[in-house]
């Protein structure tokens, strides 16, 4: 591997985390109510959350914007 290549997986690496890192913060700030409607989560719990919603950001993003799991929606009514 060479330089170019370790240096471009590292930044990729950096900004993907720094990305998850930033966006982590903003959901503790302002946006837990909505990953858990209905619970007021502690600081500290918010806080050992973030580290791993630096490193699932995508999913959180997903959850963010409304988008939920088959397991999380309501079972259809058959009439």
Excluded: Q
């Amino acid at each position: 591997m060479s330089v170019v290549w370790a240096e471009a997986v590292w930044l990729g690496l950096g900004g993907y985390l720094g990305f998850g890192l930033a966006l982590g913060l903003l959901t503790i700030l302002f946006g837990m109510r909505r990953l858990v409607p209905g619970v007021e989560v502690p600081v500290r719990v918010r806080l050992l959350v973030l580290p791993g919603m630096a490193a699932v950001w995508p999913v959180i993003l997903l959850r963010l914007a409304g988008v939920r799991p088959k397991e999380d929606r309501a079972p259809e009514i058959k009439t």
